[in-house]
């Protein structure tokens, strides 16, 4: 499989429509990446033109370090699978499985070997003689997905293909798509608006939005160091809680609740002096709630109790804003009860007011 | 308001039997839900209690009172449809005031009351700046909403809302679904709520009705039937990842009684729990068989065996969840999805297992598992 990479993508539309904006990334052989971001980010064009389905406005797309810009889809050997299956109706699940080596003039005795191995990779060998429509929607998606990787393509394109799931079919699917990427070694690109589905699958995220990249980095890294508010706050379910605050020092933040203000220590600051506007973040499952007062918490009241199975979710209000918190079942507490608020030191964020960007730099 | 009772319901379409002796209560002020797949007929059981549609057999009682014969607009409900159905030719702001104006509501409310509600309901929903679009100019999530206020801005003697918050994206859902909530308990409103989507359920009902293929298969408070479920079917619509379910047999020797799905996948069972999984086995082939459920987050993992209790597989695949991970182990016919706070496991490494056997459920086998 080959590396794909971005060097100043420009995809600009009926002249002045700008969908993508100089995006440059690198996606390496073997690597799992998703392209991250809500609709109208600009993730969708990028797939299009890594698939050669769209003319590159400006800058250049590179696999193995040659640039492809004028290699037709067939010839960059592309691999696309969509969220809706496209199978063929009227043949069975092997002359599904077959068609692109076919297309391709593979003689009968070398498709059969490769159909076999794919349906065997996928599970797929007890319903090779069945149509499409004996087919759950689990073994359809399947198929999908063995007839897009059948051919030994550079790269394998996924288009949101779980998003119409139920939900327990998606997490065992989740398991085979990253199991088939690990066993293949291929190179994987993934575009989703979901961020769980991103963050599932992906070793690395390209997290987009209004056509421009925000920020590129391993999964865990983007959750613990997002580059701005708007990615701190596309990643993670539920979204993270954001307070308005004001710096005292490089490591101390005045927070402004509904009972005057009280002051949070935090990781150091970078790129701000005391005094400026920030916006302060930690994520409902960082938040620590006390039943009693605590020095530096602030003090509101639990507004709303959600059992959602394997936790709650508390709602309370702070200075006009609500907030969320995940506790485990076993925290007891009732609505209209007073609680007080905090978070570890290196559980809160920081966000310049103005601009987004964050304030926290990785160590 | 108005408490809702269905009794006995039945509903036929010639050979398909869509409801099939359905009965249950809501109670004055209760949030009560039809959770179940689709094609369960969740969206059947409102459309009777709505009048759009007629039993076959069986009674509906709002508010004390046998309705059957009423027509839907004498029975004072409120529906709204997970296809939105809007007025293309109105705004938004009409579309939501539409109920107030209709020839029932007419000399009730005063223009200033009707704007006063649309306002209020559109500033709940998050929508206040679309009041004047066309429908067609909205988003589904938007759309959803509109259809959603429109429903709420009466005061009728119940809600039938069917998948009302389906549409919108994830975030947008979970904020949704809490102004729903304190929306109900505000106003102390009798709603009736369909959805498959169980953290919905969960999180909004006070009590839970799951349906599965027209037949009632447990009522309960969201609390049991998460903790408690009647059967694997229940069990399986709610949680994410959901359950695991394996089959097994159940081998007795004089050191007590195990549990085994596969050569390398046998382990004990606690001798307090025996009773509870006898009640559960069947007969299969002159063997004894037990389906076993537990929770993703109630196994734990380890490169170094724990107890006797515990087995080893092969890491199939490692997906992550926030900074958890769940890590998938492949069986027979069935994945085992276990979730962990490290990631650090490759793809074909044994790790052992073990189950949290307090946690453990026994169930018969009421549907096929296999992946």
Same mark, same amino acid.
């Given at each position: 499989m080959?590396?794909v990479?971005f +060097?100043n993508?420009w995809?600009?539309?009926?002249g002045?429509?700008?969908?993508v904006?100089d995006?440059?990334?690198?996606?390496?052989?073997?690597?799992?990446?998703?392209?991250?971001?809500?609709?109208?980010?600009g993730?969708?064009?990028?797939l299009?033109?890594i698939?050669?389905?769209?003319q590159?406005s400006?800058?250049?797309?590179?696999?193995?370090?040659q640039?492809?810009n004028?290699? @037709? @889809?067939?010839?960059r050997?592309?691999?696309l699978?969509?969220?809706?299956?496209?199978?063929?109706?009227p043949?069975?699940i092997?002359g599904n499985?077959?068609?692109p080596? +076919?297309?391709?003039?593979?003689?009968k005795?070398?498709?059969?070997?490769?159909?076999?191995?794919?349906?065997?990779a996928f599970?797929?060998?007890?319903?090779?003689d069945?149509k499409p429509?004996?087919?759950s929607?689990?073994?359809?998606?399947r198929?999908?997905?063995?007839?897009?990787?059948?051919r030994?393509p550079?790269?394998?394109?996924?288009d949101?293909p779980?998003?119409?799931m139920?939900?327990?079919l998606r @997490?065992?699917?989740r398991?085979?798509?990253?199991?088939i990427?690990?066993?293949?070694?291929?190179?994987?690109?993934?575009?989703t608006?979901?961020?769980?589905?991103?963050?599932?699958?992906?070793? +690395?995220?390209?997290?987009?939005?209004?056509?421009t990249i925000?920020?590129?980095?391993?999964?865990?890294?983007i959750?613990?160091y997002?580059?701005?508010q708007?990615v701190?706050?596309?990643?993670g379910?539920?979204?993270?809680?954001?307070?308005?605050?004001t710096l005292?020092s490089d490591?101390?933040v005045?927070?402004?609740?509904?009972?005057?203000?009280?002051?949070w220590?935090?990781?150091?600051v970078?790129?701000a002096s005391?005094?400026?506007?920030?916006?302060?973040?930690?994520?409902?499952?960082?938040i620590?709630i006390s039943l009693e007062?605590?020095?530096?918490?602030l003090?509101t009241?639990?507004?709303?109790?959600?059992?959602?199975?394997?936790?709650?979710?508390?709602?309370?209000?702070?200075?006009g804003r609500?907030?969320?918190?995940?506790?485990?079942?076993a925290?007891?507490?009732?609505?209209k009860? @007073?609680i007080?608020?905090?978070?570890?030191?290196?559980?809160?964020y920081?966000?310049?007011?103005?601009?987004?960007?964050?304030l926290i730099m990785?160590? | 308001?108005?408490?809702?009772?269905?009794?006995?319901?039945?509903k036929?379409?010639d050979?398909?039997?869509?409801?099939?002796?359905?009965?249950?209560?809501?109670?004055?002020?209760?949030?009560?839900?039809?959770?179940g797949?689709?094609?369960?007929?969740?969206?059947?059981?409102l459309e009777?209690?709505a009048?759009i549609?007629?039993p076959?057999?069986?009674h509906?009682?709002?508010?004390?009172?046998?309705v059957?014969?009423?027509?839907?607009?004498?029975?004072?409900?409120?529906?709204?449809?997970?296809?939105?159905?809007l007025y293309?030719?109105?705004?938004?702001?009409?579309?939501i005031?539409?109920?107030l104006?209709s020839?029932?509501?007419?000399?009730?409310?005063?223009?200033?009351?009707?704007r006063?509600?649309?306002?209020e309901?559109?500033?709940l929903?998050?929508?206040?700046k679309?009041?004047?679009?066309?429908?067609?100019?909205?988003?589904?999530?938007?759309?959803?909403?509109v259809?959603?206020?429109?429903?709420?801005?009466?005061?009728p003697?119940?809600?039938?809302?069917d998948e009302?918050?389906?549409?919108?994206d994830?975030?947008?859902?979970?904020s949704?679904?809490?102004?729903?909530?304190?929306l109900?308990?505000?106003?102390?409103i009798?709603?009736?709520?369909?959805?498959?989507?169980?953290?919905?359920a969960?999180?909004l009902?006070?009590?839970i009705?799951?349906?599965?293929e027209?037949?009632?298969?447990?009522?309960?408070?969201?609390?049991?039937?998460?903790h408690v479920?009647?059967s694997?079917?229940?069990?399986k619509?709610?949680?994410?990842?959901p359950?695991n379910?394996?089959?097994?047999e159940?081998?007795?020797?004089?050191?007590?009684?195990?549990?085994?799905?596969?050569?390398?996948?046998s382990?004990?069972?606690?001798?307090e729990?025996?009773?509870k999984?006898?009640?559960?086995?069947?007969?299969?082939?002159d063997?004894?068989?037990?389906?076993i459920?537990i929770?993703?987050?109630?196994?734990?993992i380890?490169?170094?065996?724990?107890?006797?209790?515990a087995f080893?597989?092969?890491?199939?695949?490692?997906i992550?969840?926030?900074?958890?991970?769940?890590?998938?182990?492949?069986?027979?016919?069935?994945?085992l999805?276990v979730?962990?706070?490290?990631?650090?496991?490759?793809v074909?490494e044994?790790?052992?297992?073990?189950?949290?056997?307090?946690?453990?459920f026994?169930?018969r086998k009421t549907?096929?598992?296999s992946?």
């Amino acid at each position: 499989m080959s590396s794909v990479e971005f +060097r100043n993508v420009w995809k600009i539309y009926d002249g002045d429509v700008v969908a993508v904006k100089d995006a440059s990334f690198r996606c390496e052989d073997r690597e799992f990446v998703a392209i991250l971001g809500p609709s109208g980010c600009g993730k969708s064009s990028s797939l299009r033109m890594i698939a050669g389905l769209e003319q590159v406005s400006r800058g250049d797309i590179l696999f193995d370090d040659q640039i492809v810009n004028d290699l @037709s @889809s067939r010839e960059r050997n592309i691999a696309l699978a969509f969220e809706s299956y496209a199978l063929y109706s009227p043949l069975t699940i092997y002359g599904n499985l077959a068609y692109p080596l +076919r297309v391709m003039g593979m003689n009968k005795r070398e498709i059969k070997n490769k159909v076999t191995a794919i349906a065997r990779a996928f599970e797929l060998e007890e319903v090779l003689d069945r149509k499409p429509s004996h087919l759950s929607g689990g073994q359809k998606q399947r198929v999908s997905l063995a007839r897009a990787l059948i051919r030994d393509p550079n790269v394998f394109l996924l288009d949101e293909p779980l998003s119409h799931m139920d939900q327990a079919l998606r @997490s065992t699917l989740r398991a085979r798509i990253r199991h088939i990427h690990d066993e293949l070694e291929a190179t994987t690109i993934y575009v989703t608006h979901d961020q769980e589905e991103a963050v599932a699958l992906a070793d +690395r995220m390209i997290v987009m939005n209004m056509g421009t990249i925000q920020q590129v980095g391993m999964v865990n890294e983007i959750y613990q160091y997002p580059a701005n508010q708007f990615v701190a706050g596309f990643v993670g379910d539920p979204e993270m809680n954001f307070l308005e605050g004001t710096l005292e020092s490089d490591h101390r933040v005045a927070i402004h609740g509904d009972e005057g203000q009280v002051s949070w220590t935090t990781r150091r600051v970078t790129g701000a002096s005391a005094g400026s506007h920030v916006l302060v973040g930690v994520r409902p499952e960082k938040i620590l709630i006390s039943l009693e007062p605590v020095e530096s918490a602030l003090k509101t009241t639990v507004q709303l109790i959600e059992f959602v199975g394997d936790y709650k979710l508390i709602t309370f209000r702070i200075a006009g804003r609500n907030l969320k918190a995940l506790t485990p079942i076993a925290f007891n507490t009732e609505e209209k009860t @007073s609680i007080w608020i905090s978070a570890d030191t290196d559980r809160i964020y920081l966000f310049e007011k103005e601009s987004g960007e964050a304030l926290i730099m990785k160590e | 308001m108005a408490d809702v009772k269905v009794e006995n319901i039945t509903k036929r379409y010639d050979d398909l039997v869509a409801l099939n002796k359905v009965s249950f209560e809501c109670k004055e002020g209760q949030f009560f839900t039809l959770l179940g797949p689709s094609g369960a007929g969740k969206t059947t059981m409102l459309e009777l209690i709505a009048g759009i549609k007629e039993p076959t057999e069986g009674h509906v009682y709002i508010g004390g009172q046998m309705v059957n014969k009423l027509p839907p607009q004498e029975r004072n409900v409120a529906m709204a449809f997970e296809n939105y159905a809007l007025y293309s030719f109105l705004s938004v702001y009409d579309n939501i005031a539409f109920p107030l104006r209709s020839p029932k509501m007419k000399g009730l409310i005063t223009s200033s009351e009707e704007r006063q509600r649309v306002q209020e309901m559109a500033t709940l929903l998050g929508i206040e700046k679309l009041l004047d679009r066309r429908p067609q100019h909205l988003s589904g999530g938007q759309k959803q909403r509109v259809s959603l206020a429109r429903t709420m801005v009466r005061r009728p003697d119940v809600y039938l809302l069917d998948e009302p918050i389906a549409h919108l994206d994830a975030k947008l859902r979970t904020s949704t679904r809490a102004t729903l909530k304190e929306l109900a308990k505000e106003f102390g409103i009798t709603i009736i709520y369909v959805t498959h989507n169980y953290r919905e359920a969960l999180a909004l009902s006070d009590h839970i009705l799951i349906l599965r293929e027209g037949i009632v298969e447990q009522i309960d408070t969201p609390e049991n039937i998460y903790h408690v479920p009647a059967s694997d079917f229940t069990a399986k619509l709610t949680g994410d990842p959901p359950i695991n379910l394996i089959d097994g047999e159940v081998l007795g020797n004089s050191k007590g009684v195990f549990f085994s799905a596969a050569p390398h996948f046998s382990f004990p069972i606690a001798s307090e729990l025996t009773e509870k999984l006898k009640n559960a086995q069947w007969e299969e082939n002159d063997r004894r068989m037990v389906r076993i459920g537990i929770r993703p987050q109630d196994i734990k993992i380890s490169r170094e065996r724990i107890s006797d209790m515990a087995f080893d597989l092969p890491v199939y695949a490692t997906i992550r969840e926030g900074e958890n991970s769940v890590i998938t182990f492949e069986l027979k016919d069935v994945f085992l999805l276990v979730r962990t706070d490290s990631d650090h496991y490759k793809v074909g490494e044994k790790l052992w297992i073990q189950f949290d056997q307090q946690c453990m459920f026994f169930f018969r086998k009421t549907m096929d598992i296999s992946k």
